[in-house]
């Protein structure tokens, strides 16, 4: 049920940012999904210094943090005790600079007995929040999704758009075209969910229409030219779709075998997407999003070993680097998916690899940061061990790179 009275830490006005500039991490993998950012690492003695603060936070939750401006925003769900018999929904608004709060605000509350079985590699905070211009959407899967101002006062909520998960959530909401665009892909219900971001009212709702054997996915959508239009590509067991968010009219699909599907469809250039098909063998696949006529092949190239079930690819200056979950790290010619140099880090990884200034952070299941160069082979420039359980991506904003672990969330400053 949601509950107004338990909304807490909210300010009696409307606060206001900036539009999102480059220094700034607006949603799940920062601006555009491409998690590139500007700054370099301070490294000492092969690994990173110490972090500037660390704060402890509260409950669960493998959501990363966005960041506009001086704001960080993080969710979380918190248990009233062990075992829980109810669970608040969380969102948390901190200093960016300091890791201080500004605010806590509870969006939802569930009895324990009504929420379903997760998954030990997710939480019921999984999905990244977002900024837009209207203000902060959070999305905590079947539970519900929100809208808060920059001072955490809940503007709008809206529940039931789908009931029955497998494994919880995780697909993080994207705003496009004044639209909240929330994949659900359930055993109840396989669709893309559009809400108005003003209102919250579901404005339309695309079927998948795949009959999955397995119809449960995880995939955040990937808008194809945020600037330029409204479609976006939309991940989901057994289908790809292109989808015009203005409408929800579906412009083509692509069939193809696999379910849970985590990574989000990523643009490589060269009028190509590729896609990570998911469970149970997994298959990087390079798709032609034009030009493509009836009956004509769309895939362009498959990468068919070492390609994740969860960690999303980077590209980075012309090189596509793709995180297997084993630890294998591949670099490839995106156009044509040739093999350039591929080397094994140590652990497994959930988290997407990101960029900051050219130099590759990953970050392992068992918290373990190794940051390197990339080109014509993989160059080691450092590796620290936090200790801590991580199964969160990474995020860079105003100069610093968060990273939350089981226990908290650390800031480490970056250099000009």
């Known amino acids: 049920m949601a509950i107004d009275s338990l909304v807490m830490s909210m300010c009696l006005i409307t606060w206001t940012l900036p539009a999102a500039g480059p220094a700034d991490w607006p949603e799940f993998r920062g601006a555009g999904g ?26 669960q939750g493998w959501s990363s943090p966005v960041i506009l401006g001086d704001l960080l925003i993080l969710t979380a769900a918190e248990p009233d005790g062990e075992p829980a018999k109810s669970w608040r929904f969380v969102v948390l608004g901190l200093d960016s600079a300091t890791g201080k709060e500004r605010f806590r605000s509870v969006v ?23 900024f837009s211009a209207a203000g902060v959407v959070a999305h905590f899967g079947h539970v519900g999704t929100a809208l808060l101002d920059f001072g955490g006062k809940v503007l709008w909520r809206k529940e039931g758009i789908y009931d029955k998960p497998v494994h919880g959530g995780g697909a993080s909401p994207v705003v496009l075209d004044g639209k909240v665009l929330i994949p659900c892909d359930g055993t109840d219900v396989q669709a893309l969910v559009a809400l108005d971001l003003k209102s919250g009212r579901e404005v339309w709702r695309r079927e998948r229409a795949a009959s999955a054997p397995r119809p449960f996915s995880f995939s955040t959508v990937c808008p194809i030219s ?46 190509l997407a590729v896609l990570s098909t998911g469970y ?38 012309g090189e596509l680097l793709v995180l297997a979950d084993n630890g294998v790290i591949s670099s490839l010619e995106p156009a044509s998916g040739i093999q350039r140099w591929q080397e094994r880090l140590k652990g497994a990884y959930s988290a997407s690899p990101i960029s900051i200034g050219g ?58």
Not at 376 to 402: H, W
């Open 34 to 59: 491409a998690g590139v950012a500007p700054g370099k690492l301070v490294v000492v003695g092969g690994k990173l210094a110490d972090p500037a603060w660390f704060v402890p936070v509260a409950g």
């Open 108 to 130: 939802f509350e569930r009895k324990a007995d009504s929420l379903p079985k997760i998954h030990s590699k997710n939480s019921h905070a999984s999905p990244s929040a977002t």
């Open 226 to 271: 945020p600037e330029g239009n409204s479609l976006l590509l939309s991940a989901a067991s057994d289908v790809l779709q292109q989808v015009d968010a203005a409408s929800g009219a579906e412009i083509w699909r692509m069939p193809y075998t696999g379910y849970s599907v985590i990574p989000r469809p990523m643009l490589v250039g060269g009028g």
């Open 280 to 317: 149970d063998k997994p298959s990087l696949l390079a798709v032609k999003l034009d030009g493509v006529r009836p009956g004509e092949e769309r895939i362009a190239w498959k990468m068919e070993k070492n390609a994740p079930n969860t960690p999303t690819p980077l590209v980075l200056d």
């Open 359 to 416: 130099q590759v952070v990953t970050v392992s299941e068992e918290g373990v940061v190794t940051a390197f160069k990339t080109g014509k082979a993989y160059q080691k420039i450092a590796s620290t061990d936090l200790n801590e359980r991580s199964l969160s991506s990474p995020a860079v904003a105003s100069g610093r790179l968060f990273i939350r672990t089981e226990k908290g969330l650390r800031a480490w400053k970056l250099s000009d």
